[in-house]
């Protein structure tokens, strides 16, 4: 029943910013429209942007499942891109009414994920140690997540496959070069001591 509403919510909130813009768009006006209490809205979300960044969040997490691998996490971040043009008014909109840190934190948990798989697939000898995967997997979402918000807000005239292609001429490979040069850092001396003093 929680989903159900909470995705209620989400839908009401969308059929609203095709409207209205979301600085006009009220708790009130959602809770009405969708047939239910302001204190029903506020069980499931603290405010209105933590619904845009619950609906963002959901939405990029369901478009990459199945999509997690090292031989189609290209297609997971054409669908992203897709998904975004489809959807450009409800993305204009919450882009002009959130700030661009807001953008991110909702981007980056589902995209970090999705490099987190394909660079354990990628490193399989399980040598490397779970929060360095997270620094290199980080590092690629927070580049991916930048030409993204920046496409969105240079009013998407790229087509997403231009986007796609470029983003892995510069990616293609480097995940291995990454988690080789990782493993380096293991096997050098100064790094086995400060690995063994808890530093590395």
């Known amino acids: 029943m929680s989903d159900i509403t909470r995705n ?71 669908a992203i891109f897709h998904a975004v043009e489809k959807n450009h008014v409800f993305v204009f909109n919450v882009y002009n009414s959130m700030s661009r840190e807001q953008m991110e934190r909702s981007l980056t948990g589902p995209v970090t994920e999705l490099l987190l798989s394909v660079l354990k697939e990628t490193e399989s000898s399980g040598r490397l140690r779970e929060e360095e995967l997270m620094f290199i997997s980080s590092f690629y979402s927070y580049a991916f997540i930048g030409i993204m918000l920046d496409w969105i807000g240079n009013g998407m005239h790229e087509k997403p496959e231009l986007m796609i292609r470029r983003i892995e001429c510069v990616m293609a490979g480097t995940f291995e070069k990454a988690v080789d040069r990782f493993l380096s850092l293991h096997s050098s001396p100064d790094a086995r001591n400060a690995d063994r003093e808890g530093k590395l």
């Open 8 to 78: 209620a919510i989400a839908d009401t909130l969308k059929a609203l910013l095709a409207e209205r813009p979301l600085s006009r768009v009220t708790v009130m006006d959602i809770a009405s429209q969708c047939g239910i209490s302001r204190m029903t809205f506020y069980y499931h979300f603290r405010d209105i942007y933590d619904l845009v960044a619950w609906i963002i969040s959901s939405d990029i997490t369901e478009i990459l499942s199945g999509r997690k691998t090292y031989d189609t996490w290209q297609d997971g971040f054409l």
